[in-house]
C-alpha cells in the first residue's frame, strides 16, 4: 500500500510538473505569438508610414516615384499583404479632371470609375502588388467600401495611420466567395511638408495597403508558434464588435487556451491562442508511465518480500514443531528398542557381551555376568585371559588371545562352538562355555565391534562324558561276549570239519557260518559306535602323516581279501599326496571310512573305480578328493548324509548304520577342516575334505615359492599336491590326471 501511494504520488507530481511546464511553455508562446502578430502588424504600420512620409516630400509624384518608394516593401517580406496604393479623394465634379491629371503623372491606363454617390470618391492612382496576386488594379473606388472609406477619412483626420475594421478587399471581391478572407486596410496619409504649402502641411491623399486577415495570422503565427500552437485572430471594429479574422490550426488537440489583446494602429485585436499540451516541449514525457509502471513493479517485489519475510518465521516454526515431534517419536521408538533390547538381553539365558573397535566391553547381559563371574571393567584383549581366567578345554592350557572368538570378530573373522573353561576367583571349578563370535558392524555410524554369545556347556559335556563313558564300558562288556562266540563258533567249525558228510553237517556248518557272520556285523557296529564317541572325545594327538602310504595300507586292506560274492576288483588310482598334520588314527578313519563306502555303493556286478586325490585347498592346507563311479548320492541327500544315522534312500541293499560320514565329519572339523560332498561329473560321488598341512611341507612350500619367484623350478615332491595350486608350475608339468596314472600303472 506505501508502495503504490509512493508512485501514485510520484506520478501525480510529476504529472502536476508537466502541466506547469505546460502551462508556461503555453504563456511562453502565446506572448511569443502576440509579440509576433502586434510587432509584425506594427512594422506595416511603420513601414507605411514612412513610405507615406516620403511621397509626401515629393511634391510632383509620379508612378515612377511611386514605384521607387514602394520597391523596399517587395523585399520586406510583409506576410498576408496584399498591395499597397496610392489612394487620392475626388469629389464627383472633378473625377475626369483628376483622371487626366494623373495620366499625365504616369499612371497611364488610369481609368477612374466612381461607384455610388458619395460625396467625395476615393481612388487608387498607382498601385503595387505585394502578394502576385493578379496585376495592379487602379482606378479603384475605395469609397465602395464602407470599411476602407472610413479607415481613411479617419487617417485624413488625424493624420495618423489607420486600420480599417475587416471587410472583404475590393479587389478580392471577383474571386469565389470560398477564397475570400476577411482583410484590413492600412492607410497613412500623405502631407506636404508644412513649408510647400506656406506652413500649414498640406493633404494630398494615402498610402494604404491591403492585408489579407487569414494569410497574415497563418504566416505570422505559423513561424512564432512552430506549429505547436492554434490561433484565432479578433479584430474589434469601430462599432465595439469583435470580430473574428482569421483562424490558424496546429495538430492535436485543444487543451490550453490564453488570449493576448494588444493595439494595432487605432484598434484593438485580440490573439487567442490554444494548444495540446501533449505536443508541448517539457509536458510530454514517458517517465510518469515509466514510474507507475516500475513502481507497481517495485510495490508487488515488496509486498512478496514482506510476505515472505512475514510469514518465514512461522513456517520456520511449523518445520521445527514438525522435526521436534519426529524426533521425539524416534526418541520414544528408540527408547522403546531399547527397553526392548535390555528385556530380551536380560530374559536370555546365554550370555552375550559386546565390545568396541578397541576391545572395550560396550554391554553384557546379566547371564553373561554369571557365567563370567567378575565384572567387565577391563583393559583390552590382552588382559582378558587373565582377568577372566579363560583356559582351552582341557583345563590347564591359558587360551590364546589371538585365538579369542571377540578378537578374531574384531578382525571380521566369524567363529562358531569355541569351546573354552573359565575358571577364576568366582568360578574355582570352572564352567565350561561354547562361544559364537560375531563382527559388528555399525554402517553409517562408522563403528565397528564383536559381539560374543557364550553357552553354559559344563552339564551337557559332563553329560556326554558319562554316556560315551556308558558306551565305551557297554561296547567293551559286549565285544567280550561276542570274542567269546566267535571263539565257541570257530571250534565247533574245526569239530564238524572232521565229521563225515552229510545233510546235517551241511546245516550245521551254515549255522555256524550265519553266527559267524551276525558277530561280525555285531563288532563292527560295536566298533562304529565307539569310534562315533572317539571320535568327539579322544584327545587329537597330532603328528605329521605321510598320506600317500596311510592311503595305500587302507586299499590294500581293504582288497587284499575279498569275499565270495564281492563285485570284480576295484580299479584305483592314487594321485601324489603331501604330508599333513593329523592324528593318524583318526585320519585313517575317515579314509577308511571314504574308501569303504566307495567300495560298497556301487551298481550290482559292476566294479569298483576310485581316485584318490590332493591338490589346491587354503594356504597352509591340502584338499584331498576321492571320488568314485558308484550309485550316485540323490540331491535331496546331499545335504543331510554328514547327520547321524541318515542314509540315502539309493542305500536300501546295501549294509551301512548311517554313521560312518558323521564320524568323518566330526574329525575333519576337529582338525579344523571342512568336508562336502558333490556330484562326480559322469557319473558317482566326489567327497573332499580339508586337512592342514605338516610344517615340514608348508616350510617346503614356502621355500619353493621364494626360489619360485626366481626362477620357474620343478616341484618339491613332499608338496606336489598341496595348494595352493600354481600356474607355473601347472604349465611346467601338467599334474597326473587320474586317466594317465591309471594307464601308466598299465
Ligand atoms: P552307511 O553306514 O550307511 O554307509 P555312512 O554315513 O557312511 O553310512 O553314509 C551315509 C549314506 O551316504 C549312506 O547310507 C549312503 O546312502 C550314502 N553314501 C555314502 N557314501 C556313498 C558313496 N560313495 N556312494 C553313494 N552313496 C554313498
Not at 160 to 174: A, E, F, G, K, W
Not at 329 to 354: C, H, N, P
Not at 454 to 478: K, N, P, Q, S, W
Request: hydrophobic residues 45%; charged residues 20%; contains cysteine.
Amino acid at each position: 500500500m506505501i508502495g503504490l501511494t509512493a508512485t501514485l504520488l510520484t506520478v501525480g507530481a510529476l504529472r502536476t510538473g508537466q502541466r506547469e511546464s505546460a502551462a508556461r511553455v503555453m504563456d511562453q508562446r502565446t506572448s511569443v505569438a502576440r509579440v509576433a502578430v502586434a510587432g509584425e502588424a506594427g512594422r506595416y504600420r511603420d513601414l507605411l508610414q514612412a513610405v507615406a512620409a516620403g511621397l509626401g516630400t515629393n511634391a510632383r509624384l509620379t508612378a515612377a516615384d511611386f514605384a521607387a518608394a514602394t520597391a523596399p516593401l517587395e523585399g520586406a517580406g510583409l506576410v498576408g499583404a496584399t498591395s499597397v496604393a496610392y489612394v487620392v479623394a475626388t469629389p464627383p465634379a472633378r473625377i475626369a479632371a483628376t483622371q487626366t491629371f494623373w495620366r499625365g503623372r504616369g499612371a497611364d491606363a488610369l481609368t477612374l470609375a466612381p461607384r455610388g454617390q458619395h460625396a467625395e470618391h476615393y481612388f487608387s492612382i498607382f498601385q503595387r502588388s505585394l502578394n502576385n496576386g493578379g496585376p495592379a488594379m487602379t482606378g479603384l473606388d475605395v469609397a465602395a467600401s464602407r470599411e476602407a472609406s472610413s479607415a481613411l477619412t479617419e487617417a485624413r483626420r488625424t493624420g495618423r495611420p489607420t486600420i480599417s475594421d475587416t471587410y472583404v478587399l475590393l479587389r478580392d471581391r471577383n474571386i469565389p466567395v470560398a477564397q475570400q478572407q476577411l482583410s484590413f486596410l492600412f492607410a497613412a496619409p500623405v502631407y506636404s511638408p508644412a513649408e510647400d504649402a506656406g506652413g500649414l502641411p498640406e493633404f494630398r491623399g494615402w498610402v494604404a495597403l491591403g492585408l489579407h486577415g487569414q494569410d497574415f495570422l497563418g504566416g505570422v503565427l505559423g513561424v512564432a508558434s512552430q506549429g505547436l500552437l492554434d490561433g484565432e485572430l479578433f479584430a474589434t471594429n469601430g462599432d465595439g464588435r469583435r470580430v473574428l479574422v482569421a483562424g490558424y490550426d496546429a495538430r492535436g488537440r485543444r487543451d490550453l487556451t490564453r488570449q493576448a489583446t494588444f493595439p494595432v494602429a487605432d484598434r484593438q485585436w485580440t490573439l487567442l491562442t490554444g494548444a495540446d499540451s501533449q505536443n508541448l516541449p517539457g509536458a510530454r514525457s514517458s517517465m510518469p508511465a515509466i514510474v507507475l509502471i516500475g513502481g507497481i513493479l517495485l510495490s508487488a517485489m515488496l509486498a512478496c518480500l514482506v510476505w515472505i519475510l512475514a510469514t518465514g518465521r512461522s513456517r520456520a516454526r511449523e518445520q521445527v514443531l514438525v522435526a521436534t515431534a519426529e524426533l521425539r517419536t524416534a526418541e520414544a521408538e528408540s527408547r522403546r528398542q531399547a527397553g526392548l533390547l535390555g528385556a530380551i538381553m536380560s530374559s536370555l539365558g546365554d550370555g552375550v557381551g559386546v565390545v568396541d573397535e578397541n576391545g572395550a566391553f560396550l554391554l553384557h547381559n546379566p547371564a553373561a555376568q554369571a557365567l563370567l563371574g567378575v565384572s567387565d571393567d577391563v583393559d583390552g584383549p590382552d588382559s582378558w585371559q587373565q582377568h577372566f581366567g579363560l583356559f582351552r578345554a582341557d583345563g590347564r592350557t591359558p587360551f590364546p588371545v589371538e585365538e579369542m572368538p571377540l578378537v578374531r570378530a574384531l578382525q571380521g573373522e566369524a567363529s562358531d562352538g569355541v569351546e573354552m573353561l573359565i575358571r577364576n576367583d568366582q568360578r574355582p571349578d570352572g564352567i565350561l562355555v561354547s562361544v559364537d563370535g560375531r563382527p559388528l558392524d555399525a554402517g553409517a555410524a562408522g563403528r565397528h565391534g564383536a559381539v560374543a554369545v557364550f553357552h553354559d556347556i559344563t552339564e551337557l559335556r559332563r553329560y556326554e562324558t558319562d554316556l560315551a563313558v556308558f558306551a565305551g564300558v557297554v561296547a567293551h562288556d559286549l565285544k567280550a561276549p561276542l570274542a567269546v562266540i566267535r571263539g565257541h563258533c570257530e571250534t565247533a567249525a574245526d569239530e564238524l570239519a572232521e565229521a563225515p558228510e552229510g545233510p546235517e553237517v551241511f546245516e550245521a556248518r551254515a549255522a555256524l557260518d550265519r553266527i559267524a557272520n551276525a558277530v561280525d556285523r555285531m563288532a563292527a557296529l560295536i566298533d562304529t559306535l565307539l569310534a562315533y564317541t572317539t571320535s568327539r572325545d579322544a584327545p587329537l594327538k597330532l603328528t605329521a602323516v605321510q598320506l600317500g602310504p596311510l592311503v595305500a595300507d587302507v586299499v590294500e586292506h581293504r582288497t587284499e581279501h575279498p569275499r565270495p560274492g564281492d563285485s570284480p576288483p576295484p580299479d584305483f588310482y592314487l594321485g601324489p599326496l603331501p604330508e599333513v598334520q593329523a592324528d593318524p588314527a583318526m585320519l585313517r578313519h575317515v579314509v577308511d571310512n571314504l574308501i569303504g563306502n566307495a567300495l560298497k555303493y556301487v551298481q550290482v556286478g559292476k566294479s569298483a573305480r576310485i581316485d584318490v586325490t590332493a591338490a589346491g585347498g587354503p594356504p597352509g592346507w591340502t584338499r584331498i578328493e576321492i571320488a568314485d563311479r558308484g550309485i550316485g548320492i540323490p540331491d535331496d541327500d546331499k545335504p543331510n548324509i554328514f547327520e547321524s544315522f541318515h542314509r540315502a534312500r539309493t542305500a536300501a541293499g546295501y549294509a551301512g548304520t548311517g554313521l560312518g560320514l558323521a564320524i568323518c565329519r566330526r574329525i575333519v572339523e576337529r582338525h579344523g577342516g571342512t568336508i562336502g560332498v558333490a556330484d562326480n561329473p559322469g557319473g558317482g560321488t566326489r567327497f573332499t575334505f580339508t586337512l592342514p598341512l605338516a610344517a615340514r611341507t608348508r616350510n617346503a612350500l614356502d621355500r619353493a615359492l621364494a626360489e619360485r619367484a626366481a626362477a620357474a623350478g620343478s616341484v618339491p615332491p613332499e608338496i606336489a599336491g598341496v595348494g595352493p595350486i600354481r600356474p607355473a608350475e601347472a604349465e611346467a608339468a601338467p599334474p597326473r590326471t587320474p586317466e594317465a596314472g591309471r594307464a601308466e600303472k598299465a
